[in-house]
C-alpha cells in the first residue's frame, strides 16, 4: 500500500521546486529535500513526499521498488507527526541497497527532525 494520494508529489514541476529550493539533510543512505509552502494559505495544506531513486542503486526494479515500498511505509508511520505545508523529496543513496525497515525508520526520523519537519522539533 502506497501514500495516501494527498501526501504525493506528483508533478514534475514540484520535484523541481524543491531541489532547486528546498533545504537539504544528509544521512548515509538518505538524503532529505524539503520546501516549505509559501505564506499565502498554502501552509494549511497537507505535507507531500516524493521519492526519488536511481539506476544507480541497482539496475534491478524490483529491488528499488522494494526500497521504495519500505520508505513508504517509514512515511506512512511519521504522517501524523509531521507539519502541514512541506514538500519533501527523499533521494536514496546507492548504500542503501543494504539497509532494512528499522534502519530506514531511524534515518528518516532523524532527517525529520533536522529539518524541524515533525511537529515539536
Known sequence: MGLPKAHRLKKRQDYRAVYEGGIRRY????????????RDGLASCSTTFGISISKKVSKKAVIRNRIKRQIQGVIRTKLKAVDPGWKVVIVIKPKAIECKYEHFLRELEELLKKAKIINGH
Open 27 to 38: 544521512s548515509p543512505h538518505l538524503t532529505l529535500i524539503a520546501l516549505q509552502a509559501d
